[in-house]
């Protein structure tokens, strides 16, 4: 099984509700999107990683619509990959060994859009509200570059 996948998984920072308080900035979310090919068979996934700080509570990123992908052509909740293919070593390492990661599923399309966004974010709930990151203004053309070395 050959294992495409971005360099580093792409850091999120939190949005607004961080910006007032730049000492509570301490949590941060990282995505990556995989592919795995097993002879032929293609499956894609995106790696979600949260690293935490003190300043909120996160529910499991795991649990049913923990976790919500908005771009600019507006919102998909994402499911979790049953079970994503098992390798000696994951594609992505996590940044806190206190975080949460998990898998999501993704297919091409959501990739294309993720990759066609000016506008990447994660919504992840915590104390009984939603914490949005945001990524970098250049995620979508790392998405871009990364569909083109896989021949899209």
């Known amino acids: 099984m050959t294992v495409g996948s ?3 998984p792409i850091e999120l920072v939190p949005g607004a509700q961080g910006l007032a308080a730049p000492e ?5 979310a990282y995505l990556g999107p995989i592919e795995w090919d097993n002879m032929g068979k293609i499956t894609y996934g995106l790696w979600i990683h949260l690293a935490p700080g003190n300043e909120w509570q996160f529910d499991d990123i795991k649990a049913p619509g923990g976790v919500t992908l908005s771009l600019d ?3 998909a909740a994402l499911s979790l990959m049953e079970a994503p293919p098992k390798l000696a070593h994951g594609p992505y390492q996590p940044v806190a060994s206190w975080g949460q990661t998990a898998y999501f599923n993704l297919d091409l ?12 974010e994660l919504d992840l709930k915590a104390d009984g509200s939603v914490v949005r990151f945001a990524a970098p203004q250049n995620a979508g053309a790392l998405l871009l570059q990364y569909l083109h070395a896989r021949g899209y």
């Open 6 to 8: 971005l360099a580093k």
């Open 24 to 28: 509570r900035r301490v949590s941060f």
């Open 73 to 75: 052509t507006g919102s």
């Open 109 to 120: 399309d959501l990739l294309r859009r993720m990759a066609a966004s000016d506008k990447i």
